[in-house]
């Protein structure tokens, strides 16, 4: 069968699947403190959906899922979802972005159903400024986090906002932190998504600049990590440790976009910073077939538009992070 490629001429060949729109935390960036506004149980992709979907992608070329959401792991068995999706012969990368509040409940039996690395959310390691943005508790993340390495999840990543006047000056402690648990870091720029993600970006800091800094402190060498996706690396001479750089918004990277998502209601989102998108809940429960399915998921790959405009357009992603499967 055809690879899916773009009118760009990119190979897509990675979907980001969300299972959930909810969230047991509420970083201020993302989600709205008192956001009710959920999609209803009977709108949720089941998981035989899900499957279904990722099994067509995965005829056209599709090699890597990773799970995500709002928070995948307040899906009720998602280990269940994970060990089929494993399961499908053609996909050589499961993975999973998990805020770690449920890890520690989780980990060694999503690293038995085939997840094999995750990305955990970690923005402070100050439990005050953690519970800032975040309305949660440090220590589960913590815990969540050293379950993750017990359990073998190889690499474990960590992906931290870095934001003016709220953790910036923590990023020298974070790459400690990491160095000391073996773990990848990589920073990332606040995005403008949704109101929340706009109202945060007076919080924005050109990633350039803790680059600069973080040279001060640390002998920093070119880098790269395999399915690395769009952070640009570097390493801490002397260690394994490898440090990304997310730049969404001061260098884009929208040239090589590979990727699409799949939200909980079962649209296909094209691009993270456009309203481009395509429904296939509808087809799937009107009963459409194997080839049906397969053409609308070329159709919906037609509409993917070049570029994101969180520059120009700030004020264009209407919907939040937590919606759309970041
Ligand atoms: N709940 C999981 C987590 O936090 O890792 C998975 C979903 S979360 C939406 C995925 C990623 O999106 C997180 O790393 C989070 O920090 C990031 N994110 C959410 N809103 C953002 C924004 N406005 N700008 C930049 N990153 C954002
Ligand atoms: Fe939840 Fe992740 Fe959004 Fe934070 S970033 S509110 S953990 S979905």
């Given amino acids: 069968m055809s690879k899916l490629v773009d009118p760009f001429q990119r190979r897509i060949e990675y979907v980001r699947v969300s299972v959930t729109d ?7 960036y993302c989600m709205p403190e008192g956001f009710h506004g959920f999609e209803e149980p009977e709108d949720w992709l089941t998981h035989d959906e899900i499957e279904r979907v990722v099994r067509a992608f995965t005829a056209m070329g599709v090699r890597r899922i990773r799970l995500t959401g709002g928070e995948p792991l307040v899906r009720k068995n998602l280990t269940g979802l994970a060990t089929r999706l494993a399961a499908l012969p053609e996909l050589d990368d499961l993975s999973l972005s998990t805020n770690a509040t449920r890890l520690a409940k989780h980990a060694a039996e999503l690293q038995r159903a085939g997840v094999s690395r995750i990305n955990v959310s970690l923005d402070s390691l100050k439990p005050e400024v953690f519970k800032e943005i975040t309305k949660g508790k440090l220590e589960k993340v913590i815990a969540g986090l050293m379950a993750a390495k017990e359990a073998g999840l190889s690499p474990v990543k960590i992906n931290m906002v870095v934001m003016n006047g709220i953790n910036d000056d923590e990023v020298e402690s974070m790459v400690e932190f990491c160095l000391e648990h073996g773990f990848t870091l990589r920073f990332i720029e606040t995005m403008p998504v949704g109101d929340t993600g706009r109202n945060a970006t007076d919080h924005y800091v050109d ?6 800094r973080l040279a001060k402190r640390f002998d920093l060498l070119p880098g ?9 690396y570097v390493r801490v001479a002397g260690t394994d440790m490898n440090i990304g750089f997310i730049t969404p918004i001061s260098q884009h990277f929208c040239d090589t976009c590979n990727r699409v998502r799949l939200s909980v209601d079962g649209t296909l989102f094209l691009c993270l910073g456009q309203e481009d998108r395509f429904e296939l809940r509808p087809l799937l429960r009107a009963g459409i077939s194997d080839a049906g ?3 609308a998921i070329r159709t919906a790959i037609s509409l993917k538009p070049e570029r994101h405009e969180f520059r120009d357009k700030p004020d264009q992603v209407i919907r939040f992070m937590s919606m759309t499967g970041g």
């Fill in 22 to 28: 909810r969230c047991d935390l509420r970083c201020f």
């Fill in 207 to 212: 990633l350039a600049d803790i680059r600069k």
């Fill in 224 to 232: 790269a990590m395999p399915g690395g996706g769009p952070a640009r």
């Fill in 293 to 295: 399915l397969e053409e």
